[in-house]
C-alpha cells in the first residue's frame, strides 16, 4: 500500500470519527431537549394537580365546626340586597306540595324584584312534614340541612338549589330523596360536592333547623308555605301577593 493511499485512509477514518463524535453529540442535545421538555411538562401537570388539590382541599373546610349556617339575616338565608326597600319572609318546608304550589306560582315575579334591587327575600327552611316521611327518613329536615349547608358553603348559588328541590319535590307519602341524591342536586346548582359531604351526612344543621322549627311553632306557625311581607303575614292563597309587594315599595 502506498504511502497517499495511507494517507487518504487516515483522513477517512479521522473524518469518520469526526462525524460519529458530531452525531454523538447531536443525539446528547436532542436527548436533553426532550428531557427538558418532559420535565417542564412535569412541573406543569403537577402544578395543576397541586392547585386542584389545594383548592379542593380548600373547598373542603368551607364549611366551619358548629351548626349555625354562615351569613344569616334574621337567622334566615337572604337572598338578594340587603339594603332592599322591602323583605319577603318565607317559611317553607320542602317536603310540603303547597310550598311547591307557592314558588310554581310566583318564583319568576320574585326573582325579577331582588334582580331589580327592590326585594330581598329571607328563607327559614323549616322541617315540620318528617312525621310523613316514608321509612322515618326524616327528609324534611335533611332537605333543610342541606339546604343551609350549601348556602354556607356558596350563598349564590343556594337560590338554583332551592329551586331544583322544589321542581323534583318527592311525591309526599310515597317517595323520598336520599343524601346522595340530595347532593347531585347540589352539584347540578355548581356547588362542590366535597364542600358539603361532610355536613351531610353528619347532618351538621339539624340542630338550626330544629331549632328555627320550633321557634316559628312558637312565633305562630300555621302551616307551611307561612310568608311575611316587611315582617306582615300575609295571606298568598287568598290575596294578590305582588300587588302587596307593589303596595309595600311604594309606601
Known sequence: ??????????????????????????????????????????????????????????????IPAGGTPRNLS???????????????????????????????????????????????????PVAILDRSTPDGSAYSTRAANITAAVYTADPTKFQKFHDLLFDNQPEENKTFLSDTELLGFAVKAGVNKDAISAAVKNQQFKNWVTAGTDQASKDGLPGTPWVKINGKVFDWSTGNFTAAIDKALAG
Open 1 to 62: 500500500m502506498t504511502s497517499g493511499s495511507n494517507a487518504r485512509k487516515q483522513r477517512e477514518e479521522k473524518v469518520a470519527a469526526l462525524r460519529a463524535q458530531v452525531e454523538s453529540k447531536e443525539r446528547r442535545r436532542r436527548i436533553s431537549i426532550v428531557l427538558s421538555a418532559v420535565a417542564a411538562v412535569l412541573v406543569v401537570v403537577l402544578g395543576i394537580a397541586f392547585l386542584i388539590q389545594y383548592q379542593t382541599a380548600k373547598s373542603a373546610v368551607a
Open 74 to 124: 334574621s337567622n334566615g338565608l337572604l337572598v338578594g340586597s340587603a339594603s332592599a326597600k322591602v323583605t319577603v319572609t318565607l317559611y317553607e318546608d320542602f317536603y310540603c306540595p303547597i310550598c311547591k304550589q307557592f314558588e310554581s306560582a310566583n318564583r319568576t315575579a320574585l326573582a325579577q324584584y331582588v334582580a331589580d334591587g327592590k326585594v330581598k327575600l329571607i328563607y327559614h
